[in-house]
């Protein structure tokens, strides 16, 4: 047997202790890291959420020059950009994801189609947003000038057809993932009943899977409230209150992105990071509740 | 109504095209921007390109090189920041995995997946370029490292479960330190699933723009130095593509191009990595 | 050196709230092979588990008693002292999936840190593998990964990898459960080459297997330590009803 000195044993010994305590410290700082982030936005948030108090919410009026900072502009822009894209993005998502899951689970095909659905969710923001400014807001204009709107081109419209682009991907991976999971036996039955396949995914996979889609959906629209890049070189940038879908208008992301680095009055910034707030409380509420029902999705 | 078996079937059919033609539908845009990606950016590339600094309007020839250099310095520091935290942790969730703070951890972890780009920039704004007076390369670095942060914990995590729990047990037996076992034995096993969820957040982040408008935010000249403001690739597409300027819209594209390249490339790496080099069980 | 090696206390071990093992007092002697017996879920596994401490591992695991390996307290030892004395083989091989079979069986040193010089480790390679029968087998595959080899000759390499370190028992757990009947014979016929050296502990569920290659036989049924006798002895003459009922496959 191999000597070990006391000497060794000594210092393996402390290096065990080491170990674990690294590994304890990196597991904390995470959760703790969190943490900070959520004290540091509301810290900053507080001079705004002081001094405009609930103005800041149904205030329609954005001037930093006067000190009028109402944000219902951009809240109303995010709900409508993401909800839009949701209602674009919600027919494909579960097409492509009973394509995956349920029609064609393994082969090539199903292979090209996955890889597919990955590269899209890998091109990046920017470049997205890129693309729409050259290919997507002409089209748009000249569909404007068709029916006889004012022919913006950037606006609502253009960027949630981009958002809807960014968050299919996501929205198919969260569900192809629950639909691979209805138990074969349940749909096997239903076949040797004499159901067609139409009629197993309505209704054996769909009800089945309803917890998980919702999950996903919601998850989906988590990513689409907070993205930024994409939506700040589409929408236009206007602070007023979208009436339709062609107008312009601001999300809360990219006011941030574009009045940050120039906000010059205390409150002014504050009030950018009272936005940044709220999206980390609803992107975390989004999460937690999203997170859990695929967790207990998948364990049931 | 009676519902013939013929009209069931012809929904059924009817039902399998719609799927079918939906999905194609979803793989256009790829297509689409990959096109005008590849068209746009092949001609905007040469030799100038890569060794040159963007040029004021009206002269022709000017490069990237600033934000070339600037985006494999910032990855490179997140690397090195959040590498390290990312593992620890992925092995901390992985070996205890019933404790509250592994609870906690993993929570936090899936909320930080979901948290916005651009908030992450505004609390490194606040904690880093506040303290520090300024915008720096450092800055930037953190605030991609916290990006990188849940995948690379969650590919430790996931990896890391699925080896079997007698190899460990095989090398404690030997009298082989609980330390050891991890680091030689436990991570080796499990290398190629964590280089792919490091490999793949590289590839997310080399594109993320919102976290460095007011971290790294950009620099028109080559900076190799963490302390001062630094540009980098996405940062470049964006200021160019919002520009008015023709020439500009030509380097943006060109620097598009180059983005996507990288990105693909990582991708399909770990695509490469994960079929070819699996450790076998 | 005669007498005994291993000596344990009123053991009782513990998974949370259910016990698996109670009041096991054994005492097992140097260079002898004794085979650990009964129906599944008797605590025979845990029991040899409890020897080198690797129960423990398990979360909500606890133990009372003691175990005394040389007179000393494996309690009061310090923990990779412990293991490097008495070396383990699992049920499935598991073989380590990143080194090659040469790297496998010096492992114990690779991952211990223990400098060995070039032809000192040829040296306990030849010499370990030579030892389980399988240097014929492989001496011209040593840089190969150990997992491309057949369950037989990766649980060989596995043995290997614990003798290299120079164990003074060993515990196999189940080592043949997973393997084919010619690979079993193969490994019987080692574990009587390996008597010379070593104190062998074990756990089978044949019992034919325990009668070739056991000098004696502990009993373990439903957490107790029913019978510990002669292998012969306690196969012809069971003192116990429940021993009995066992060997005669009334039960199990």
């Known amino acids: 047997m191999p000597i070990t000195t006391d000497q060794q044993i000594k210092g393996i010994n402390f290096s065990e202790f080491a170990f674990r305590k690294i590994l304890f410290i990196s597991a904390i700082s995470i959760v703790i890291l969190l943490f900070c982030f959520f004290l540091t936005l509301v810290a900053s948030s507080l001079p705004s959420i002081n001094t405009i108090g609930i103005k800041f919410i149904y205030g329609v009026t954005w001037d930093p020059v006067s000190d009028k900072f109402g944000g219902f502009p951009f809240l109303a822009g995010t709900l409508f950009t993401s909800l839009l894209a949701l209602i674009i993005a919600i027919p494909f998502s579960l097409s492509v994801a009973l394509f995956l899951g349920e029609y064609f689970r393994t082969g090539l095909i199903s292979a090209i189609f996955k890889n597919i659905v990955e590269l899209l969710a890998a091109i990046p923001s920017v470049i997205y947003g890129f693309w729409g400014l050259f290919v997507l807001v002409p089209l748009i204009r000249s569909l404007e000038t068709k029916i006889g709107v004012a022919p913006y081109g950037v606006g ?31 749909k096997e039955a ?67 992105a574009n009045e940050f680095t120039e906000a010059t009055g205390k409150i002014y910034l504050s009030a950018l990071i009272e936005m940044g707030l709220f999206l980390f409380l609803v992107t975390t509420i989004i999460n937690i509740i999203g997170r859990s029902v695929i967790k207990r999705f998948s364990i049931s | ?86 593992v620890f942790t992925g092995i901390y969730l992985s070996e205890y995995r019933n404790t509250k703070l592994s609870y906690f951890t993993l929570l936090s972890v899936d909320v930080l997946t979901g948290v916005p780009s651009i908030v992450i920039g505004i609390i490194i704004y606040l904690w880093v370029v506040k303290t520090m007076g300024g915008f720096s390369a450092i800055s930037g670095s953190i605030a991609l490292s916290v990006m990188m942060l849940p995948s690379i914990i969650k590919s430790t995590e996931e990896t890391l479960k699925l080896i079997p729990n007698t190899l460990k047990e095989a090398s404690l037996s030997l009298g082989v330190p609980y330390y050891r076992t991890i680091l030689k034995v436990i991570l080796p096993a499990g290398i190629t699933g964590i280089l792919s969820g490091i490999i793949l957040s590289i590839a997310r982040v080399a594109g993320e723009t919102a976290p460095l408008l007011f971290t790294a935010f950009g620099n028109p000249f080559i900076n190799t130095n ?29 620097a598009s191009f180059v983005l996507i390249i990288i990105v693909l490339f990582l991708n399909i790496i770990t695509k490469i990595a994960q079929r070819k080099w699996k450790v076998q069980f | 050196m005669e007498g005994t090696i291993l000596k344990t206390f009123n053991f009782s071990a513990n998974f949370g709230e259910s016990q698996v093992l109670k009041n096991i007092s054994i005492e097992i002697n140097r260079n002898e092979v004794v085979a650990v017996m009964g129906p599944s879920g008797c605590g025979k596994t845990t029991f ?205």
Request: with cysteine; charged share 20%; glycine share 6%.
């Open chain 1, 156 to 186: 609502i419209l253009t960027s949630s057809i981009i958002l809807s682009i960014m968050i299919v991907p996501y929205a198919v991976s969260l569900t192809v993932q629950v639909i691979t999971l209805v138990p074969a036996d349940l």
């Open chain 1, 190 to 256: 239903a076949y040797s009943l004499g159901a067609t396949r139409l009629e197993v995914i309505r209704n054996i996979i769909l009800p089945y899977t309803r917890s998980g889609i919702f999950a996903g959906i919601l998850l989906a629209l988590g990513r689409a409230l907070g993205e930024t890049m994409a939506v700040t070189m589409l929408i236009g940038n206007s602070h007023i209150v979208p009436v339709s879908i062609f107008s312009p208008g601001n999300t809360m992301a990219s006011v941030i």
């Open chain 2, 1 to 86: 109504m009676v519902t013939t078996i013929k009209y069931r079937e012809f929904k059924n059919k009817l039902f399998k095209v719609i799927i079918i033609l939906l999905t194609t539908v979803c793989t256009l845009p790829l297509l689409l921007v990959l096109y005008k990606i590849f068209r746009e950016g092949i001609s905007a590339i040469n030799w100038d390109f890569f060794v040159n600094l963007p040029k004021p309007v009206g002269e022709t020839g000017g490069g990237i090189v600033n934000a070339l250099i600037g985006s494999v310095l910032l990855i490179l520091v997140a690397s090195v920041i959040s590498i390290p935290l990312g």
């Open chain 2, 226 to 254: 963490i302390l001062k403001p630094i540009s980098s690739l996405p940062a470049i597409i964006f200021n160019y593509a919002i520009s008015p300027y023709e020439d500009w819209h030509k380097l943006a594209w060109g």
């Open chain 3, 48 to 252: 040899i588990r409890c020897i080198n401490r690797m129960h423990e591992l398990t979360q909500g695991a606890t133990v009372n008693g003691d175990i005394r390996v040389d007179d000393n307290s494996i309690y009061t030892m310090n923990l990779i002292v412990l293991r490097r004395k008495i070396g383990m083989v699992f049920q499935h091989p598991n073989p380590f999936p990143t080194m090659s079979i040469y790297q496998n069986v010096v492992a114990g040193y690779l991952l211990n840190g223990i400098k060995l010089k070039k032809t000192e480790r040829d040296e306990v390679v030849e010499r370990s593998l030579k030892r389980v029968a399988l240097w014929d087998e492989v001496k011209d595959d040593l840089h190969k990964k150990g997992t491309f080899l057949s369950g037989g000759q990766q649980q060989r390499l596995c043995i290997a990898r614990s003798i290299s370190m120079n164990p003074e028992i060993l515990l196999l757990d189940e080592p043949t459960s997973a393997l084919d009947p010619i690979s079993t014979a193969k490994i019987e016929e080692l574990i009587f080459e390996l008597k010379k050296n070593y104190t062998i502990i074990i756990v089978t569920h044949n019992m034919q297997q325990a009668g070739r290659i056991s000098d004696r036989t502990a009993f373990f049924y439903l957490g107790e330590l029913l019978e510990f006798n002669d292998t012969t002895e306690l196969f012809i003459n069971p003192k116990h009803e429940k021993t009995q009922n066992y060997i005669t496959g009334r039960f199990g």
